[in-house]
T-cell receptor, first 114, second 116 residues
């Protein structure tokens, strides 16, 4: 069964610095997708970035990049030049080809300090 | 704004009652997913519909049911409510059905259910 692990319940970073949020996954599928979502205190889930298992390049979206290491089964999110508005809960999620559901990790609460 | 709408935003009800949560997917999206987010269980997949048909089931209780209508909106029905059903219920939509891993799911703002 697929499983996502986020080992950092909380992370702190200074404004303008970069931060890495860890995500490891377990799957027996060869084809799968990895997603990161942001959940601010208001509650909505905001899609940030996607990485396919066969993508050779690491995904990037603005200040977000995904450090994908397939052999280690990790898909860490890197946020560069942190902003106060980045303070939120961040979820890593996976989808296997066998279904369309997303399986989520426990989340990491990121706090950006001024 | 994701384009997915959910009503109501907040719902407070008593144990034993029944409620209906409503979701309208993004224009053109055929798949609707329901997720439950609670403090003890985290974010869990409940059920998926694709173009009116049930496609996948997750950890959905028998007291819960859902359907997707011809206009593609979906409803999640929760009955015989218990205190533990208090949670944030999300609806998400995507353009694809099963087997399409690249399509992101766009989430609605959620319905916060409080059972007292």
């Amino acid at each position: 069964a697929q499983k996502i692990t986020q080992t950092q319940p909380g992370m702190f970073v200074q404004e303008k610095e970069a931060v890495t949020l860890d995500c490891t996954y377990d799957t027996s599928d060869q084809s799968y997708g990895l997603f990161w979502y942001k959940q601010p205190s208001s509650g909505e889930m905001i899609f940030l970035i996607y990485q396919g298992s066969y993508d050779e390049q690491n995904a990037t979206e603005g200040r977000y990049s995904l450090n994908f290491q397939k052999a280690r089964k990790s898909a860490n999110l890197v946020i560069s030049a942190s902003q106060l508005g980045d303070s939120a809960m961040y979820f890593c999620a996976m989808r296997e080809t066998s279904g369309s559901r997303l399986t989520f990790g426990e989340g990491t609460q990121l706090t950006v300090n001024p | 704004d994701s384009g997915v709408t959910q009503t109501p935003k907040h719902l407070i009800t008593a144990t034993g009652q029944r409620v209906t949560l409503r979701c309208s997917p993004r224009s053109g999206d055929l798949s609707v997913y329901w997720y439950q987010q609670s403090l003890d269980q985290g974010l869990q997949f409940l059920i998926q519909y694709y173009n009116g048909e049930e496609r996948a089931k997750g950890n959905i209780l028998e007291r819960f049911s859902a359907q997707q209508f011809p206009d593609l909106h979906s409803e999640l029905n929760l009955s015989s409510l218990e205190l533990g059903d208090s949670a944030l219920y999300f609806c998400a939509s995507s353009a694809a059905g099963t087997g399409n891993i690249a399509y992101e799911q766009y989430f609605g703002p959620g319905t916060r259910l409080t059972v007292t």
